[in-house]
T-cell receptor, first 114, second 114 residues
Framework: KAGVTQTPRYLIKTRGQQVTLSCSPI?????VSWYQQTPGQGLQFLFE???????NKGNFPGRFSGRQFSNSRSEMNVSTLELGDSALYLC?????????????FGPGTRLTVL | AQKITQTQPGMFVQEKEAVTLDCTYD???????LFWYKQPSSGEMIFLIY??????QNATEGRYSLNFQKARKSANLVISASQLGDSAMYFC???????????FGTGTRLQVFP
């Protein structure tokens, strides 16, 4: 099976702009989670989608949003970008019927906000 | 609140030697799962090993083993016969029982030298 894919891999935006990141999970996985990784805050959970519904949400402002489509692909959107949004955004998919319920991560999208 | 602590920012090990990466956790839930992930410079998080709180035996996966000491709330990763390709960041994580999200430690950068 193909792994989790994320597009684009790299992105440069300026303050105030908005950005949309895409994640395609492993075939058959219905759960998709998003994480933000920064040098200062480490890895932090953004939200999880399951069957097109947001199931859990982390402590991020409303500028961060997401959605999931019927084919389980997910997008996350960040509006009114701030310098502090520069980070590696990781998407992970999960087979809820899996042995360990482990999350499989994609390569990430590295966002730079200038 | 659940928390993962990794006290070693960086570790060095010579090729073919074994190395232990420390991880302690804090949770009041009796049921939890502990994970170790490897993150090479490419950014992708690679699942290594899992330990469930009710597992009687320490988990092993090839050269990786988990030294699980429940009473001490520690879940150290042991890598045997280190290889140059093991050089990466290593993250310990715990699955939040209520939300299923992963809570990560700050990571340990392992460098393997010839």
């Amino acid at each position: 099976k193909a792994g989790v894919t994320q597009t684009p891999r790299y992105l440069i935006k300026t303050r105030g702009q908005q950005v949309t990141l895409s994640c395609s999970p492993i075939s058959g996985h219905r759960s998709v989670s998003w994480y933000q990784q920064t040098p200062g805050q480490g890895l932090q959970f953004l939200f999880e989608y399951f069957s097109e519904t947001q199931r859990n949400k982390g402590n991020f402002p409303g500028r961060f949003s997401g959605r999931q489509f019927s084919n389980s692909r997910s997008e996350m959107n960040v509006s009114t970008l701030e310098l502090g949004d520069s980070a590696l955004y990781l998407c992970a998919s999960k087979d809820t019927a899996g042995t360990y319920n482990e999350q499989f991560f994609g390569p990430g999208t590295r966002l730079t906000v200038l | 609140a659940q928390k993962i602590t990794q006290t070693q920012p960086g570790m060095f090990v010579q090729e073919k030697e074994a190395v232990t990466l420390d991880c302690t956790y804090d949770t009041s839930d009796p049921s939890y799962g502990l994970f170790w992930y490897k993150q090479p410079s490419s950014g992708e998080m690679i699942f290594l090993i899992y330990q469930g709180s009710y597992d009687q035996q320490n988990a092993t996966e090839g050269r990786y083993s988990l030294n699980f000491q429940k009473a001490r709330k520690s879940a150290n990763l042991v890598i045997s016969a280190s290889q140059l390709g093991d050089s990466a960041m290593y993250f310990c994580a715990m699955r939040d029982h209520n939300t299923d999200k992963l809570i990560f430690g700050t990571g340990t950068r392992l460098q393997v030298f010839p």
